[in-house]
């Protein structure tokens, strides 16, 4: 699961000095927003693999939380003000949080190797907690 968030970081570390030159536009800029967006699609092939019973809640709760963080993001991004835009921030950490959780359920339920995921979801969260810091008023 980690070899895409590899790929993207070998691509940050290869092009550093011209990424820190490129002033970031818009969310999809945010290196956190992109590997966010890679967690999304390494959640869904997890799930694709879980037996077909687990149909239910928690594949449909997990989906749900995935797709929040790189969503929360960017609309915050968009919401005009510091103040929303840390809101929101927070939010898709919330949401982390909740999916961090529910792999750690899967791990419990299904033998599930979940341990590239939760490597990843630790990077975004260390992420989401710098910019955080960077949106807080006394920063």
Do not use: C
Request: without cysteine; charged residues 25%.
């Amino acid at each position: 699961m980690s070899t895409q968030f590899s790929v993207v970081s070998d691509q940050v570390s290869a092009n550093k000095s011209s990424i820190a030159n490129k002033p970031i536009k818009n969310y999809k800029d945010l290196i956190v927003w992109q590997k966010s967006m890679l967690l999304v699609k390494n959640v869904y092939s997890l799930l694709e693999r879980l037996p077909l019973r687990e149909e239910t809640v928690l594949k449909s709760q997990l989906r749900r939380s995935a797709i929040s963080v790189p969503s929360n993001i960017a609309e915050g991004s968009k919401r005009g003000t510091r103040k929303d835009y840390l809101h929101f921030v927070r939010t898709a950490q919330g949401s982390l949080a909740e999916i961090e959780t529910q792999i750690l359920i899967l791990k419990d339920l299904y033998s599930a190797d979940v341990n590239a995921l939760l490597q990843d979801i630790n990077e975004i969260s260390k992420m989401l907690n710098g910019l955080i810091s960077s949106l807080k008023p006394d920063h």
